[in-house]
């Protein structure tokens, strides 16, 4: 989507170089020369930033900029101003929906790279309402099935032993690692001549080189599951407690780690910011596993997400829990991932189960092989935490545009758990 802008400027000069400057930028945009004419185009949904001057006559800047944001949470805010300006400024970026300032006189890269962090942040926002929205009725069901050894008893799981032995065969002979090395021996004992001289076989140098990169693979496979091995057997909980900012650093981390692998399918992934006040809370946190686990997370969402797509993690406050959603749109029109409810539901965090049949090695997760949201389920747990997965409306842009996959991770505020032990 082409982010579209509201500018405000009563200068017609700075007024036409605006024009110029968003033109060049590709938006789409509409021009005021006041606040009063603002005011009546804010009326049109459609706007995703705002840029104002701060100095304008009948109602300024800071003013116009506090209604549009009654008027529209989701918009962000741009303010234009001069130097000796700058003291009125600062307060406004202090609040919610004020994303920069530019300094008169400014440059179009500057405009650009203003309007590009604002729109990036209008999303994100955009995301949150449409998230808190439309979990409201759903919400209190998932309340109740929170507690998956129960779920799993009470729920039957059809014919999981085909299941598994096929999935199995998914992961293991698709693609590099025990299918290729097997494929590369075969190649080796065929391609192999004997010399009568030295009594010795002849090897082609690229069978070899494809033997090596296979045993590798193969190695890197059998690492993986001693690893995974250990992460699922462990039975003693985390007990290390760090504040929620942790959570939040890690992610921002991760996601700038894995550049090169965003880039490979042209997706963004965008960030929410911590809600107010939760930052410093404490959970329990183990921060190598915890990184593992979301670096899982968001290798999952960028393999089983279209091309130039956008991936959402977004961080909310429920009353006693942090909550850390991923969403992503799913991967073209799959009857798998249309409603993850029911079996899909239980069946998706199992051993070597996949909802896509296509095995990419583009991407170097560590526990590629249909074992990344187990690992990911049982690091969740010895947090004290909960991880469910399911499908939402995707209506950001007030649109039908399908359903997003949304994994949820779910970590008790250990204050609370605290006070109730002691009390008891």
């Given at each position: ?126 995301k949150e309402r449409v998230m808190n929205e439309k979990e409201q009725a759903v919400y209190q069901d998932f309340l109740d099935t929170l507690d998956w050894k129960t779920e799993l008893q009470t729920r039957r799981t059809e014919s999981i032993a085909v299941q598994l032995i096929y999935q199995l065969n998914i992961s293991f002979f698709q693609g590099q690692g025990v299918g290729g090395l097997i494929s590369a021996v075969d ?238």
């Open positions: 989507m082409i982010p579209h802008i509201l500018a405000i400027e009563d200068n017609r000069a700075i007024r036409a170089l605006l024009q110029s400057y968003l033109e060049n930028a590709g938006y789409t945009f509409d021009l005021a020369g006041n606040a009063e004419e603002a005011l009546e185009l804010l009326a049109d949904s459609r706007n995703h930033v705002i840029v104002t001057d701060l100095i304008l006559p009948g109602i300024h800047g800071d003013e116009l900029l506090e209604k549009a944001h009654s008027i529209n949470p989701d918009m962000m805010g741009i303010v234009i101003s001069a130097n000796q300006d700058l003291n009125r400024v600062t307060p406004l970026i202090e609040k919610s929906n004020v994303v920069d300032y530019l300094s008169k006189p400014f440059q179009e890269a500057q405009l650009k790279r203003c309007v590009d962090l604002a729109y990036s942040k209008h999303l994100v926002r955009s190649l080796l004992l065929n391609r192999a001549k004997p010399n009568a001289e030295t009594g010795k076989l002849e090897i082609q140098q690229e069978v070899v080189s494809l033997l090596q990169e296979n045993f590798d693979e193969a190695r890197t496979m059998a690492e993986a599951f001693q690893e995974a091995q250990e992460i699922i057997l462990r039975e003693k909980p985390v007990e290390e407690e760090s504040p929620c900012s942790v959570v939040w650093n890690i992610v921002k981390e991760e996601v700038a780690n894995l550049s090169d692998e965003i880039a490979i399918k042209h997706q963004r992934v965008e960030v929410s910011e911590m809600p107010g006040g939760v930052g410093d809370r404490k959970i329990l946190l183990d921060e190598p596993r915890m990184r593992l686990a979301i670096r899982e997370l968001l290798f999952n969402a960028m393999k089983y997400s279209p091309e130039s797509s956008a991936i959402y993690v977004l961080f909310f406050y429920r009353g006693a829990h942090l909550e850390v959603k991923f969403l992503n749109p799913p991967p073209g029109q799959s009857i798998a991932y249309e409603e993850l409810t029911g079996r899909n539901e239980l069946l998706v965090f199992e051993p070597f189960v996949r909802l896509s049949r296509m095995v990419d090695d583009r991407y170097p997760d560590r526990f590629r092989y249909g074992l990344g949201l187990t690992v990911v389920r049982k690091i969740v747990e010895l947090h004290g935490g909960n991880i469910f997965i399911y499908t939402i409306k995707n209506n950001v842009s007030n649109r039908d545009t399908g359903k997003d996959i949304c994994v949820t991770l779910r970590f008790p505020f250990r204050e609370r758990e605290n006070e109730e032990n002691s009390g008891s």
